[in-house]
């Protein structure tokens, strides 16, 4: 090769290499292959109490023991946990990490499905594992994301993901882990002349036509499900088929319903159709805390670091109905407000419902076991205990206080690289900055 074209081809990996390095800024780790010990740390189950001076044991993506003195196996590598605090990985409740990247960019967002009726999409199947939030996300201590469709009545399946792996095979936990419906809002702001509901001048359905339409549906893919168990030959139809799980009570309906009237309906309408339901948002959850309680409804939270929406309200709201739920006997889980954007927030969302009188054990529950127990994957992380995934944290405090670090993460025993997009952009740009005071000084 001659010496011009050698340097043309410097030139040409000098321009590409930081394009690749931009857009791959951390990697994807192998299956744990050899048994983990972690001592000396004090170790936070969640549902078993705390561990001073434990040690932690893992092997094949599963914890095989935890305690203050078990035997370890020969072979297996020890990691000094000395001084340091290990947690569940936090759990975010509603998100759309893996379906949403920039706002701005249309192509770059797969949360909305055309349509009212669409119980068979999965949020699954459209994750980029490749997208930047989810190294950010992680970062956070957030290493499970119910990654959530929206739009219409019923947007579809929310589901469980470990914030690890290739592709969204390989990072699926439950692809449908419980089926979205939008309750309608009694008190729309209704506009004329855009269009967009049967025509130029009409106005959007009604309240009530909404309810009726969605009871419909349900009633269909219910009459659907009795013509296949009583053997009729029936056309195959994705959407009612998908249905077949809510009505068998293995997976939960989450409905979305921030007002009481909302909240009020909605449980009216779970118990004539005979199935579970979880409330998101839940503005106003507290004003039908009882019910909640009677019939053992849980919430979701979709964001304590909310400003009021009525000029009515104080101003925090927001920041103490986590600890006006928990008081009124109410089960809650705390989101990172649905975003993928703000999956990274949710350690704050539960911080600032402590500061507001929320116990920090309480608070803890609502981004780790409460949201695994709602969503139906309790039997495998949200807490630590043995038969559960290797899926937690190293910190040097709690996760939930900003003032902590996460060290270290673990999903099902992988050891995660903990480069994301910020961090890197950070060290990207002191770098210049350092050389820059080299120069002036």
Same mark, same amino acid.
């Given at each position: 090769?001659?010496?011009?074209?050698?340097?043309?081809?410097?030139?040409?990996?000098?321009?590409?290499?930081?394009?690749?390095?931009?857009?791959?800024?951390?990697?994807?780790?192998?299956?744990?292959?050899?048994?983990?010990?972690?001592?000396?740390?004090?170790?936070?189950?969640?549902?078993?109490?705390?561990?001073?001076?434990?040690?932690?044991?893992?092997?094949?993506?599963?914890?095989?023991?935890?305690?203050?003195?078990?035997?370890?196996?020969?072979?297996?590598?020890?990691?000094?946990?000395?001084?340091?605090?290990?947690?569940?990985?936090?759990?975010?409740?509603?998100?759309?990490?893996?379906?949403?990247?920039?706002?701005?960019?249309?192509?770059?967002?797969? $949360?909305? #499905? %055309?349509?009212? *009726?669409?119980?068979?999409? /999965? @949020?699954?199947?459209?994750?980029? =594992?490749?997208?930047?939030?989810?190294?950010?996300?992680?970062?956070?201590?957030?290493?499970?994301?119910?990654?959530?469709?929206?739009?219409?009545?019923?947007?579809?399946?929310?589901?469980?993901?470990?914030?690890?792996?290739?592709?969204?095979?390989?990072?699926?936990?439950?692809?449908?882990?419980?089926?979205?419906?939008?309750?309608?809002?009694?008190?729309?702001?209704?506009?004329?002349?855009?269009?967009?509901?049967?025509?130029?001048?009409?106005?959007?359905?009604?309240?009530?036509?909404? $309810?009726? #339409? %969605?009871?419909? *549906?349900?009633?269909?893919? /219910? @009459?659907?499900?009795?013509?296949? =168990?009583?053997?009729?030959?029936?056309?195959?139809?994705?959407?009612?088929?998908?249905?077949?799980?809510?009505?068998?009570?293995?997976?939960?309906?989450?409905?979305?319903?921030?007002?009481?009237?909302?909240?009020?309906?909605?449980?009216?309408?779970?118990?004539?159709?005979?199935?579970?339901?979880?409330?998101?948002?839940?503005?106003?959850?507290?004003?039908?805390?009882?019910?909640?309680?009677?019939?053992?409804?849980?919430?979701?939270?979709?964001?304590?670091?909310?400003?009021?929406?009525?000029?009515? #309200?104080?101003?925090?709201?927001?920041?103490?109905?986590? @600890?006006?739920?928990?008081?009124?006997?109410?089960?809650?889980?705390?989101?990172?407000?649905?975003?993928?954007?703000?999956?990274?927030?949710?350690?704050?969302?539960?911080?600032?419902?402590?500061?507001?009188?929320?116990?920090?054990?309480?608070?803890?529950?609502?981004?780790?076991?409460?949201?695994?127990?709602?969503?139906?994957?309790?039997?495998?992380?949200?807490?630590?205990?043995?038969?559960?995934?290797?899926?937690?944290?190293?910190?040097?405090?709690?996760?939930?206080?900003?003032?902590?670090?996460?060290?270290?993460?673990?999903?099902?025993?992988?050891?995660?690289?903990?480069?994301?997009?910020?961090?890197?952009?950070?060290?990207?740009?002191?770098?210049?900055?350092?050389?820059?005071?080299?120069?002036?000084?």
């Amino acid at each position: 090769m001659s010496i011009k074209n050698a340097v043309k081809v410097a030139a040409a990996v000098a321009v590409i290499a930081p394009v690749g390095l931009d857009a791959q800024v951390r990697m994807t780790v192998p299956p744990q292959s050899a048994p983990v010990a972690i001592q000396g740390a004090t170790i936070h189950t969640v549902t078993n109490g705390v561990i001073e001076n434990g040690t932690i044991l893992f092997d094949d993506g599963l914890i095989t023991a935890i305690g203050a003195d078990i035997d370890i196996p020969a072979g297996t590598r020890i990691v000094d946990g000395t001084g340091k605090h290990i947690y569940p990985g936090l759990i975010d409740a509603y998100s759309t990490v893996g379906i949403a990247e920039i706002g701005a960019v249309d192509v770059s967002n797969d $949360v909305n #499905e %055309l349509g009212d *009726f669409n119980p068979n999409v /999965r @949020a699954a199947v459209a994750v980029n =594992a490749e997208s930047r939030h989810i190294g950010t996300t992680r970062s956070a201590g957030v290493l499970v994301a119910f990654s959530t469709p929206g739009g219409g009545l019923v947007s579809g399946m929310s589901s469980a993901l470990n914030l690890e792996g290739w592709s969204w095979e390989e990072m699926s936990m439950e692809s449908a882990a419980a089926l979205n419906v939008n309750w309608p809002n009694p008190n729309p702001r209704r506009f004329r002349g855009f269009g967009g509901f049967g025509g130029q001048d009409e106005d959007p359905p009604t309240y009530e036509e909404q $309810v009726q #339409e %969605l009871k419909g *549906f349900f009633g269909e893919a /219910r @009459a659907y499900r009795d013509a296949v =168990a009583a053997g009729e030959e029936v056309a195959t139809d994705s959407r009612y088929m998908a249905m077949m799980p809510v009505f068998d009570r293995e997976i939960p309906v989450m409905v979305a319903a921030d007002g009481a009237a909302q909240i009020n309906d909605a449980i009216t309408w779970a118990q004539d159709e005979d199935i579970r339901i979880v409330i998101r948002g839940g503005q106003d959850a507290i004003h039908v805390a009882d019910r909640l309680v009677a019939n053992d409804i849980p919430v979701i939270l979709t964001s304590t670091m909310a400003a009021p929406n009525r000029q009515y #309200e104080g101003y925090d709201g927001a920041y103490t109905m986590p @600890a006006r739920l928990h008081e009124a006997g109410v089960r809650f889980a705390i989101s990172g407000g649905s975003g993928s954007l703000y999956s990274n927030r949710l350690p704050w969302e539960a911080g600032v419902a402590v500061a507001f009188g929320l116990p920090e054990e309480e608070a803890l529950k609502a981004v780790t076991i409460n949201a695994a127990e709602f969503m139906g994957v309790d039997d495998r992380v949200g807490s630590l205990e043995p038969g559960k995934q290797a899926t937690f944290l190293i910190t040097t405090g709690t996760p939930i206080d900003m003032t902590s670090d996460i060290e270290q993460s673990y999903i099902q025993g992988r050891e995660i690289d903990m480069m994301d997009i910020q961090k890197f952009f950070f060290e990207k740009y002191m770098t210049k900055v350092m050389q820059y005071l080299r120069v002036v000084m």
